[in-house]
């Protein structure tokens, strides 16, 4: 990348009205993320450039461009290897956070998972952070401690501001500008324990191949992008859901099929009870358990490089071995 380029030169692009405005390369949208992590642009200018992207709509080359620019920046990974980076960024609106039983189940069974999610600004919604510490599932209190925590536990959780604590803090923007910006997109892609497996969920099925190019232009080797249910990576077991899946050499598309023949009805809001009494037994939940299962199959798949029939199998036999691992 030369250093030719200037911050009002990115907007100008950006924004020279409908025929004048093009997208950016991802050497330009690489250098406009370098600049704003390393505060050398204006209020203004940030805010102009937040705003025409989201007018615009950010493309998988932009996307790519500030994602590198972010990783370039985050300090060296001195954690355990990672094997499923799951961002967490969307927060559960009717049905409880069943995915988080997903990872915690991958995680007895020993997988290595890295969570991490910001912007709980949405009254009534339930976060990944808030399920962690009621599940007593370690929450990092800085970045340092979320690398050491990696070391004894498989399944830690981070909040953004730890390692981009500039991102999170144009996450918070919203309340200010009143639109999210491409920042709420790009930190699914961030991956900042180099993952081998990263993930993606959203609740825009445009999203969904974006993400997926995002990635494959990144040259991640293995990604999973899913419209999940309220944008988080959590598969709805009572209706068919599309999987974008990338690994060395393909790009594949799969349907999973739902595994409740009937639309469940959901809950006005999701209780933290719902969850824990599922994971400890306590009470059924068919709803919930086929969320849990659904959502573990995929990932499976691509963990363990096996089939869709085989990774159902083992994910049926981790949840029902989950408190004897």
Not at 137 to 151: D, I, K, S
Not at 235 to 240: G, H, I, L, M, Q
Request: hydrophobic residues 40%.
């Amino acid at each position: 990348m030369t250093e030719e380029f200037q911050f009002p030169a990115i907007i100008r692009a950006l924004g020279r009205g409908k025929n004048g405005s093009r997208s950016l390369t991802r050497d330009e949208a690489e250098f406009a993320m370098r600049s704003i992590l390393a505060d050398q642009e204006t209020p203004a200018q940030l805010g102009a450039f937040l705003m025409l992207m989201r007018v615009k709509e950010e493309t998988a080359e932009e996307l790519a461009g500030m994602v590198a620019a972010v990783r370039a920046c985050l300090s060296e990974w001195s954690g355990a290897s990672i094997d499923l980076d799951w961002p967490a960024y969307a927060g559960k609106r009717r049905q409880p956070s069943w995915y988080l039983l997903a990872a915690q189940t991958l995680s007895r069974a020993g997988y290595r998972l890295f969570m991490h999610g910001g912007g709980e600004h949405t009254p009534g919604r339930q976060y990944a952070r808030t399920v962690c510490q009621a599940l007593d599932l370690p929450v990092a209190e800085n970045w340092l401690q979320a690398q050491q925590l990696t070391l004894h536990h498989n399944l830690v959780y981070s909040p953004l501001a730890h390692f981009a604590p500039k991102l999170s803090h144009i996450i918070d923007m919203k309340a200010e500008l009143g639109l999210r910006s491409p920042v709420n997109t790009l930190v699914r892609n961030i991956n900042p324990g180099q993952a081998r497996v990263s993930l993606q969920g959203m609740f825009h099925p445009g999203y969904q191949a974006l993400h997926h190019d995002t990635a494959a232009n990144l040259g991640d080797t293995y990604n999973l992008v899913l419209k999940g249910d309220s944008g988080e990576f959590e598969v709805r077991p009572d209706s068919d859901s599309t999987l974008l899946v990338l690994s060395p050499g393909h790009e594949t598309s799969l349907t999973l099929p739902k595994r409740l023949q009937r639309r469940s009805v959901r809950p006005e809001a999701p209780t933290l009870e719902a969850l824990t009494d599922l994971w400890q037994g306590k009470q059924s939940d068919p709803y919930g358990e086929a969320a849990v299962l659904a959502t573990l199959t995929p990932l499976l798949m691509v963990l363990d490089q096996v089939d869709l029939a085989t990774a159902e199998q083992k994910a049926e036999q981790l949840w029902s071995a989950r408190h004897h691992q």
